[in-house]
């Protein structure tokens, strides 16, 4: 795949019309008959979700937090092969994966000294590459991890704000 020629005419009309580069994207929940499980509609797809067995859930679905980690790994894991690509980095294999380490006692209100949410997440990129140099593979690495969208929101939150609406 020619990843330039695919990217040229959207760079020349985001130079030309920044406003046309701005997007927004949604997720939306959807309950369903038990307060354990949800339905959530992410781009063009509807996923069952469920909560972790370890808060109660039935461990049939994936979990809010891996949903979390699976946004972090599939952004990694594309950014990394089309930076590769554009790169020109010969590269046989790429691989990402993703771990984060909680503790439950925090979600489930039992421990207030205990936070809710990751405490630490983790990124392994195995790169298999052995016709690249050194120097393209630490700019790999350094452009990756430029232009990955949730690893980038992650690092750097931006302003969240809930609003409720009620009838």
């Known amino acids: 795949m020619d990843l330039r020629s695919v990217q040229k005419p959207l760079k020349e009309q985001y130079r030309n019309d920044p406003s046309a580069s701005r997007i927004t994207l949604k997720a939306k929940g959807g309950q369903t008959e038990t307060p354990i499980a949800c339905s959530v509609a992410v781009g063009r ?17 994936a979990c809010s937090g891996d949903l979390l980690l699976g946004a972090l790994s599939a952004c990694a894991q594309l950014t990394c092969q089309m930076v590769a690509t554009a790169m020109g980095v010969p590269t046989k294999r790429i691989e990402v994966t993703v771990e984060g380490d909680l503790d439950l006692r925090g979600t489930l209100g039992i421990a207030k000294d205990i936070p ?18 050194p120097e393209q593979l630490s700019a790999l690495r350094e452009k990756t991890e430029q232009y990955c969208v949730v690893m980038q929101t992650l690092v750097q939150p931006p302003k969240l704000l809930s609003e409720w609406a009620t009838t």
């Open 45 to 61: 797809a509807v996923y069952q979700a469920q909560a972790h067995p370890g808060v109660g859930g039935g461990g049939t679905a």
């Open 116 to 133: 809710v949410g990751f405490e630490q997440i983790r990124l392994r990129f195995y790169i298999e590459a052995p016709q690249a140099t």
